[in-house]
């Protein structure tokens, strides 16, 4: 794991290749980007994930439509995404379990 010494003015974060940079308080950390592939996830990460792809969706329905994003737009504070706001307000979360509300 690589670790480069950031001055104020560098801000690096995110993939490169398969390279990922991470920022932890004032140090940029390089590590490889990891193997999943032996990964097998539970029926609850799998419900979860399914659940957010229809968020997402969903959330892509209403900025596709007009009408529908203006109504949204009105509900939502000035300098937010509609985008993010409805797919953040979709998943709700009920104890242990996500559940998509549209």
């Known amino acids: 794991m690589a670790r480069l010494a950031a001055d104020s003015s ?3 974060s ?9 920022n ?16 097998k ?4 990460q799998k419900n979860n994930r399914n659940l957010f792809k229809e968020a997402v969706a969903y959330a892509k329905k209403i900025n596709r439509t007009p009408a ?7 509900k939502i504070k000035k300098g937010q995404s509609v985008y993010h706001s409805r797919s953040k307000s979709i998943c ?3 104890g242990n379990t996500y ?4």
């Not at 996830?41 to 609850?44: M, Q, T």
């Not at 559940?99 to 549209?102: D, G, I, N, P, R």
């Open 14 to 22: 995110g993939k490169i290749g398969d390279l990922v940079f991470k």
């Open 99 to 102: 559940h998509l509300v549209k």
């Open 68 to 74: 529908l994003k203006q109504t949204y737009l009105e």
């Open 24 to 39: 932890y308080g004032d140090k940029i950390v390089v590590t490889r980007v990891p193997d999943m592939s032996r990964v």
């Open 92 to 94: 709700v979360n009920t």
């Open 41 to 44: 996830p539970s029926r609850k």
């Open 10 to 12: 560098l801000k690096l």
